[in-house]
């Protein structure tokens, strides 16, 4: 039974609240369904929401990821095997169809699956019926189908990757979730929200919130990564911002770095990143350089390459 409540999405763009409508309204219909987006925007996190929202909410989701296994490998896990059915087969392994059974399965990066494995759930889809590994009889399930990709499914049709008469059942209609790029107005709530989680989680009393430089630098980022990319920019960001009880003042964007500390803020003029953090410090440079995630050594390297160290004073 599927009791658990989905992560709910947040957000407040225009683009982001007529995607939650459209899975509102396409929710409670019992058809196959297709989820597309770029890597990183939330597709397993809608997929939820569509079985969540249905009359089948209080039976099992069962979640799949077709890229993480080879065609023989995945054909087993959807459709089960039966015993001896290859080498290591020593017994029985029921299918995720029979798991899924009266609920909804979520078959993510479906664009991965071989064509063999298309046709055989396009006949699940069509008929609710299959038949294990090395099996005669057939079993029958009552299944919602749920898909995702990031890919142009029309497009590996017509290069021959993806059956079209699969295509053509799996989207009954087709959920496109907006990048975080056209959702301007929802990074800096997502931001502030993973931040307050990040926070409980390393037990800090408080965040006390992004400055004006971050503010900027998240909105400048063009989120290649969408959410998943923000996420993990401000966790990375806020454990490694050990001055907790001021405000974030570096974004840690890129985690591959030149130094051993990573670069300031992609998209944000380093001398501008450095005035504004000595002056949040009150030109401490230790207290800077711990803020900063550099050494103090680091530090001035940079302030003397920017011409912001103060020249020492000739001796009398």
């Given at each position: 039974?599927?009791?658990?409540?989905?992560?709910?999405?947040?957000?407040?763009?225009?683009?982001?609240?007529?995607?939650?409508?459209?899975?509102?309204?396409?929710?409670?219909?019992?058809?196959?369904?297709?989820?597309?987006?770029?890597?990183?925007?939330?597709?397993?996190?809608?997929?939820?929401?569509?079985?969540?929202?249905?009359?089948?909410?209080?039976?099992s989701?069962?979640?799949?990821?077709?890229a993480?296994l080879?065609?023989?490998?995945?054909?087993?896990?959807?459709?089960?095997?039966e015993?001896g059915?290859?080498?290591?087969?020593?017994?029985?392994?029921?299918?995720?169809?029979?798991?899924?059974?009266?609920?909804?399965?979520?078959?993510?990066?479906?664009?991965?699956?071989?064509?063999?494995?298309?046709?055989?759930?396009?006949?699940?889809?069509?008929?609710?019926?299959?038949?294990?590994?090395?099996?005669?009889?057939?079993?029958?399930?009552?299944v919602?189908?749920?898909a995702?990709?990031?890919?142009?499914?029309?497009?590996?049709?017509?290069?021959?990757?993806?059956?079209?008469?699969?295509?053509?059942r799996?989207?009954?209609?087709?959920?496109?979730?907006?990048p975080?790029?056209?959702?301007?107005?929802?990074?800096?709530?997502?931001?502030?929200?993973?931040?307050?989680?990040?926070?409980?989680?390393?037990?800090?009393a408080?965040?006390?919130?992004?400055?004006?430089?971050?503010?900027?630098s998240?909105?400048a980022?063009?989120?290649?990564?969408?959410?998943?990319?923000?996420?993990?920019?401000?966790?990375?960001?806020?454990?490694?911002h050990?001055a907790?009880?001021?405000?974030?003042?570096?974004?840690?964007?890129?985690p591959?770095?030149?130094?051993?500390?990573?670069?300031?803020?992609?998209?944000?003029?380093?001398r501008?990143?450095?005035?504004?953090a000595?002056?949040?410090?009150?030109?401490?440079?230790?207290?800077?350089?711990?803020?900063?995630?550099?050494?103090y050594?680091?530090?001035?390297?940079?302030?003397?390459?920017?011409?912001?160290?103060?020249?020492?004073?000739p001796?009398?």
């Amino acid at each position: 039974m599927n009791t658990d409540t989905p992560a709910t999405p947040i957000g407040q763009s225009p683009a982001f609240l007529a995607m939650l409508a459209h899975v509102s309204d396409l929710a409670p219909i019992d058809r196959p369904v297709l989820v597309i987006g770029e890597r990183g925007t939330g597709k397993e996190v809608v997929a939820s929401r569509l079985a969540y929202l249905s009359p089948r909410w209080s039976q099992s989701l069962v979640k799949l990821n077709c890229a993480a296994l080879a065609e023989s490998l995945l054909d087993s896990e959807l459709f089960g095997h039966e015993a001896g059915a290859f080498t290591g087969a020593v017994r029985r392994r029921v299918s995720r169809f029979e798991m899924a059974d009266r609920g909804t399965i979520f078959l993510d990066e479906i664009a991965n699956a071989s064509l063999a494995v298309q046709e055989k759930l396009l006949r699940v889809i069509e008929y609710g019926r299959f038949e294990r590994v090395g099996g005669s009889e057939p079993v029958r399930v009552d299944v919602r189908v749920i898909a995702a990709t990031h890919e142009d499914l029309p497009a590996l049709v017509r290069a021959g990757r993806f059956r079209a008469d699969f295509l053509d059942r799996l989207a009954f209609d087709v959920i496109r979730i907006p990048p975080l790029r056209a959702r301007g107005e929802d990074i800096l709530l997502l931001a502030d929200y993973f931040a307050q989680k990040m926070t409980a989680e390393l037990g800090r009393a408080f965040f006390a919130g992004f400055d004006e430089a971050a503010q900027a630098s998240l909105l400048a980022h063009d989120w290649p990564g969408n959410v998943r990319e923000l996420r993990n920019v401000v966790e990375r960001s806020l454990y490694r911002h050990t001055a907790w009880r001021e405000r974030l003042s570096l974004l840690r964007i890129d985690p591959f770095g030149p130094t051993a500390a990573p670069d300031l803020v992609a998209a944000a003029d380093e001398r501008v990143q450095l005035e504004r953090a000595l002056q949040a410090h009150q030109f401490n440079q230790r207290r800077t350089a711990q803020a900063l995630g550099l050494s103090y050594d680091q530090l001035r390297h940079r302030l003397r390459r920017h011409g912001l160290l103060a020249p020492r004073a000739p001796r009398s």
